[in-house]
């Protein structure tokens, strides 16, 4: 079971299972192994230039960018380390689009999107005066190509479509996408920070001029992230977003922090060792999980495209049965109704919405996510405790409704 336990009602202990890995992973004790010397006794300053204190730190900090880079085949210069994918979305589409200075002012994106990509966006209509065009999803999770290609225009910069979905696990055309932006002469950029280290990404077959990573998705630590930026053919143009000591190649000031690389940089390498068997791995659990709910929860959905999928992701609406009564009555079970990163808004999902769910079914869906840590035990017990909870549930909302009830 889970290295954590949760208490119940009445001081009751339950193993608690760990079912939430697009919000955050565990970090792996072989990346936490490589980080701990950084933290100790090579703490120098990795931009420190006249010592070895300092040379040392940057050595280590390039390893973690080679490590970086090669997992998406790009050259380690074109990788700029910061705090984590945040960031890199708001650096890549405010600093594309404060850098083309109106020459071109048109950005397109998706309305499944992270915040983080959709509140930059609208930040640049906002305060740039960009135009925005936020392309709709099919009721799968798919963007329609055609349509991108329509929406592109002469006045058009940018387009910001994310590799996997954090809520529903769909993934897209990413090759396709890349195709269309470099026939038509715009950057690309692709928020990868649930793909990067899970499924194969390359910047030259995919075209992908800017792409966003995050340590804490693939076994890395928090608070450590890159932005890949294409150097050459096309050279995309970033107007730093912060002043300082320009570092970076002067896109993002800031002293790094040499744990935090390696550790990106170790997880990103033990992914790329792993990437194949972990798939493998993750979608035989995706098949007993989904295989065993569906077969035994009536009207269960299963959110976004059935094959287009992070196969660790299962976001299922159960008709009838409000996710916070499951919560509630699974304490044991660590899941989510959706996004963390918007977890402090109470609305119904954006995402959810988007593929054509209204407000009710969209208050019936949770997400459940699984990954490198996730037994098979543990999956059946969350299975199994899921589908005695719904059925407990929905008897007790029909003898409470009844006349004699
Ligand atoms: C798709 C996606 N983009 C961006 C982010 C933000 O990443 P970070 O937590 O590294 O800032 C997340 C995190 O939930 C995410 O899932």
Redesign the pocket.
Known sequence: MGRVRATGGKGTVHPLVYLDY??TTPVDPRVVDAMLPWLSEHFGNPHSVDHRFGWIAHEAVEEARRQVASLIHADPRAVIFTS????S?NLAIKGAMMAMEGARDHLITVASE?K??LESARWTAARLGARLTILPVDTKGLIDLDQLAEAITERTALVSI?AV??EIGVIQPLAEIGEICRQRGVWFHC?A??GFGKIPLDIDEMKIDLM?I????IYGP?GI?ALYVRRARPRVRLEPQMSGGGQEQGLRSGTLAPHQCVGLGRAAEIAAGEMDAEAKRTQRLFDRFWGRLSAEVEGIRLNGDRERRWPGNVNVTIPGVPVEHLIAALPDLAFSTG???SSGSTGPSHVLLALGLDDEAAHASLRIGFGRFTGEAELDYAAERIVETVKRLRAERISASSPSG
């Not at 984590?84 to 960031?87: D, F, L, P, Q, V």
């Not at 995050?214 to 998705?217: D, I, R, T, V, W």
């Open positions: 697009q919000a984590g994918a945040t960031e979305n992270h983080c990509v994310m979905n954090n928020d920070a649930q966003s995050s340590g804490h998705k928090k992230g996004s963390a990163c």
